[in-house]
């Protein structure tokens, strides 16, 4: 009976499949019961209630509001604001510019080839931390001051103390006109597909939601009492007041990380792109298209199921690449997080929400990515 059982290659493979399931908890129940012990002897105590307490220490730029007075959680909260805004920025630049180099390299021009060959060797070459430091020492020792700034349009300014540009102020209840703009924005399109798929004519399909939902963001306004204002940066004393400020680590740190990026990002769009057959692209100059209309029409849409794999790897690198801008000065999460571990001692609570974080951050990338695959990958029958 036992042979019998044994022979079954089914139960030979859930056989290994539950011992590694045993294995695997069973190592991680012992490291848990060996890290309690060892923290009880040092009398280090262990819990999540230290985020409800002030954090007592500023954040010098954040995308969402933020004071000393406000808890831990909230500095989490804002660490992964920067590092979502930082992340989104570098992926949404350097797929332009990788693309402009991926094209280059292809490109008849031999100087502009050449160009490019040389931008992605010495770029590609040289590790992303050496980059950063190096425009940031550029950004802080070789701009003036202030006083002295660089004007090169009307309110535009550029000294050591950052990029100033014009800027909004906003008044009124900023967050529920944000919400509820996501609101109407997610109705619209849900309205979109179901017109669509109910056979509805084109133009009612496109005009009814985009018309609706501008009355609904009108309404909303007016309901939140949201105003914008334009502010122009003006130079007050020793420093530069008003509009949008774009600090030198900020500076620092994306253009280090979209020329980074972009190289990357770069090659494997140019991989793409010779993957698809030479005779796509005679077969576009046999309908009379112009080299333009063959890459975008017909060579594009098939090297695309080519380059989203490595692309989605790259934009998950591109993620966690943002925990470098603690080189540079620059409070994202991991900055945040080293500050907290500091003022707390609460060592494993936060780097267990730090890999919180970054796992959430690129699962979504990943499910993102994966559906624009799907939605490019040849369906065959």
């Known amino acids: 009976m036992l042979a019998a059982l044994w022979d079954s290659p089914r139960l030979r493979a859930w ?40 954090a007592n220490f500023p954040i010098s730029e954040s995308v969402i509001p933020y004071s000393p007075a406000d808890s831990f959680a909230w500095a989490y909260v ?12 570098a992926i949404l630049f350097a797929t332009l510019l990788g693309l402009f180099v991926g094209l280059a390299q292809r490109a008849a021009h031999p100087m502009l080839t050449g160009v490019a060959a040389v931008f992605v060797t010495v770029v590609r070459n040289t590790p ?113 007041t008003g509009g949008m400020r774009l600090s030198p680590e900020l500076a620092a740190l994306m253009v280090g990380l979209v020329l980074y990026t972009s190289v990357f990002i770069g090659e494997i769009i140019r991989g793409g792109i010779d993957a698809v057959g030479r005779g796509q692209w005679e077969a576009g100059r046999a309908l009379g298209l ?5 890459l975008m029409r ?40 080293g500050t907290v571990i500091n003022q707390t001692g609460q060592a494993l609570e936060s780097i267990a929400i730090l890999l919180a974080v970054y796992l959430t951050i690129g699962t979504a990338v990943s499910l993102l990515m994966n ?7 040849l369906v065959t029958r």
Request: hydrophobic share 55%.
């Open 371 to 377: 559906w624009c695959n799907a939605r490019t990958a």
């Open 128 to 240: 992303l931390i050496v980059q950063l430091l190096f425009w940031y020492a550029l950004a802080t020792t070789a701009l003036p001051a202030p006083r002295n700034a660089v004007h090169p349009l009307p309110g535009i300014y550029l000294s050591q103390r950052g990029l100033y540009l014009p800027g909004i102020e906003w008044s009124g209840n900023g967050w529920g006109f944000a919400l509820g703009t996501t609101a109407i924005l997610a109705v619209a399109v849900l309205l979109a597909r179901l017109l669509r798929r109910q056979d509805r004519p084109r133009g009612m399909a496109r005009v009814l939601p985009v018309a609706g939902a501008a009355v609904a963001v009108l309404l909303l306004s007016w309901t939140t009492g949201i105003g914008a204002v334009a502010s122009l940066p003006e130079l007050r004393g020793f420093n530069f």
């Open 290 to 294: 112009s080299e333009r209309q063959t």
């Open 78 to 89: 804002v660490g992964i604001g920067n590092t979502l805004m930082i992340s989104a920025l």
């Open 298 to 337: 017909i060579v594009m849409p098939q090297a695309l199921r080519v380059i989203i794999p490595p692309l989605t790897t790259q934009y998950l690198s591109t993620v966690k690449n943002s925990t470098l801008a603690l080189a540079v000065g620059f409070p994202e999460l991991g900055l945040v997080i």
């Open 15 to 54: 056989a290994g499949q539950a011992l590694l399931l045993f294995l695997f908890v069973g190592t991680l129940a012992w490291l848990a019961v060996n890290t309690v012990e060892n923290l009880a002897v040092r009398s280090i105590r262990v819990g999540f209630d230290f985020l409800t307490r002030p």
